[in-house]
Each structure stands twice: as C-alpha cells, then as structure tokens.
C-alpha cells in the first residue's frame, strides 16, 4: 500500500506563491503516475496537475493554473512538489496528493487515482 502525506498549505495573500509538498511512503515511488487535486467547499474535486511517472516526462495542467503551476517529483526522496505562483482566491480549496494503482500515465480524472493524502488546505486571502 502506497501512503501519501501532504504539506505546506496555509493563508497567502493574492499575488503570493505557496510550494505544496507530497511525501510518498509504503513501497516504491518511481512507477506511480502521481497528481495533484483540490476541492473547494461545496465544490467537486477537480484535477490540478499531474506528472507520468519514473523521470515525470510527461505533465498537465488544469487550463486555470496553467503558467502559474509546476509540477515536479523527487524519486529519490519519494517526494512530489506543486510550485503555486501568482495565487489567486479562486485557488482556495484543500489540495489533495494523489497516486495511480494502475499505468504510469499523467491523467487528470479524478477516478483514475487509488492512493490519496488527507489534503492539504490553501486559503488565498487580502
């Protein structure tokens, strides 16, 4: 079982930059296509980003953060990063770190994903 821990959410003013991390444990990182998702209240959850596994090749990017966004992975520290620039308040939701059970490739489906943090939460804020 893989087990996935999130950190780095807080309060930041718009305009501010949040670097979210994901710490992967529980048995190899490397063969996980991983992604990041966020809920905010009332709201479904919806995909981020994410990144195809083994060196992260591949990426997506939901159409509103893109340019903003950077995902990265770290096999080495079984650790995955979400670089959040230029926040707005429409960023506020609780930010999820996710895993593929099944292939490697970067997906942004919500149901593609078996493995999920506790989340993280983002409040974008003046």
């Known amino acids: 079982q893989l087990q996935l821990v999130e950190y780095g959410g807080g309060l930041v003013q718009p305009g501010g930059a949040l670097n979210l991390s994901c710490v992967a444990s529980?048995?190899?990182?490397?063969?996980?296509?991983m992604g990041w998702f966020r809920q905010a209240p009332g709201k479904e959850r919806e995909g981020v980003s994410c990144?195809?596994?083994?060196?992260?090749?591949?990426?997506k990017y939901a159409d509103s953060v893109k340019g903003r966004f950077t995902i990265s992975r770290d096999n080495d520290k079984n650790i995955l990063y979400l670089q959040m620039n230029n926040l707005t308040p429409e960023d506020t939701a609780v930010y999820y770190c996710?895993?593929?059970?099944?292939?490697?490739?970067?997906?942004?489906?919500?149901?593609?994903?078996?493995?999920w943090g506790q989340g993280t939460q983002v409040t974008v804020s003046s």
């Open positions: 996710a895993a593929e059970g099944h292939g490697t490739r970067c997906l942004m489906d919500v149901n593609e994903y078996d493995y």
């Open positions: 529980g048995h190899s990182f490397d063969y996980s296509a």
């Open positions: 990144i195809s596994s083994l060196k992260g090749r591949n990426t």
